[in-house]
């Protein structure tokens, strides 16, 4: 069992930044492959970004490519992701994820989830 507790959401203007921390509860960090994805008002929940255990593979979704850096840190049981250039389409519940295996943007394969936070992006 993994817990994920998300920090770091907020409101911020368009072009602004943020960066969302998520704290992992479990001594095998290093054994599952992690990731971030958002929900917004009315819409499903959608891959942003996903890193694989030693973070040298990553993967994110076209709309965030050059904006959005998903990063770990095995040492304290945390990944993070780097918000930049933030658009109002940004807006939406951000969560952690964790798996055990492989990476992947399918929402219904990863098995443990964080809370989400609130990240709201004001044009």
């Known amino acids: 069992q993994v817990q994920l507790v998300e920090s770091g959401g907020g409101l911020v203007e368009a072009g602004g930044s943020l960066r969302l921390s998520c704290a992992a509860s479990?001594?095998?960090?290093?054994?599952?492959?992690m990731g971030w994805f958002r929900q917004a008002p009315g819409k499903e929940r959608e891959f942003v970004a996903i890193?694989?255990?030693?973070?040298?593979?990553?993967d994110s979704t076209n709309s965030v490519k050059g904006r959005f850096t998903i990063s770990r840190f095995n040492a304290n049981n945390t990944v993070s992701l780097q918000m930049n250039n933030m658009a109002p389409g940004d807006t939406a519940v951000y969560f952690c994820?964790?798996?055990?295996?492989?990476?992947?943007?399918?929402?219904?394969?990863?098995?443990?989830w964080g809370q989400g936070t609130q990240v709201t992006v004001s044009s």
């Open positions: 890193v694989g255990l030693s973070g040298g593979v990553t």
């Open positions: 994820a964790a798996r055990r295996g492989g990476l992947t943007r399918d929402v219904a394969n990863w098995s443990y």
């Open positions: 479990t001594r095998a960090f290093n054994t599952y492959s």
